[in-house]
């Protein structure tokens, strides 16, 4: 896993040590993927069934108040047409940015 710290004026003022800066970065990443997940799992719900879904965070990078995370998205589905197992993954990149002291998800690249 690469880590990218560069120290950023709002970490001092939120006294957190950059390890856990990427910590956080990280773990807001992943919420932000599970959550557009759970919102494209609606969507496959007409084709799909026993939809599932995990995500990993593989890589995160923090440079002062922005943030990019890699992460991969595995999805298992079953076709409703056919009864057969399907598996999709997906590599996606969320950048972040700093609000105050914490991390929130801006936007993705898939």
Same mark, same amino acid.
């Not at 773990?27 to 084709?47: G, P």
């Not at 890699?70 to 999709?88: C, F, K, L």
């Given at each position: 896993?690469? +880590?990218?710290?560069?120290?950023? /004026?709002? +970490?001092?003022?939120?006294?957190? $040590?950059?390890?856990? %800066?990427?910590? $956080? $970065? ?7 993927? +599970?959550?557009? +997940?759970?919102?494209?799992? *609606?969507? =496959?719900?007409?084709?799909? *069934?026993?939809?599932? =879904?995990?995500?990993?965070? $593989? ?10 995370? *890699? !992460?991969?998205? !595995? #999805?298992?589905? #079953? %076709?409703?047409?056919?009864?057969? /197992?399907?598996?999709? *993954? =997906?590599?996606?990149? #969320? ?12 936007? =993705? %690249?898939?």
């Amino acid at each position: 896993m690469g +880590l990218g710290l560069t120290a950023s /004026p709002a +970490l001092a003022a939120c006294r957190v $040590a950059p390890a856990q %800066d990427v910590a $956080a $970065a990280k773990t807001v990443a992943r919420s932000a993927a +599970l959550a557009a +997940l759970a919102r494209l799992k *609606t969507a =496959y719900a007409e084709r799909y *069934t026993g939809v599932r =879904y995990s995500v990993t965070v $593989a890589q995160s990078r923090v440079q002062g108040n922005v943030a990019s995370v *890699t !992460s991969q998205a !595995s #999805i298992n589905v #079953i %076709d409703r047409a056919s009864g057969r /197992p399907e598996h999709y *993954t =997906y590599r996606a990149v #969320i950048h972040l940015a700093r609000f105050g002291c914490s991390w929130r998800a801006v936007s =993705y %690249d898939f």
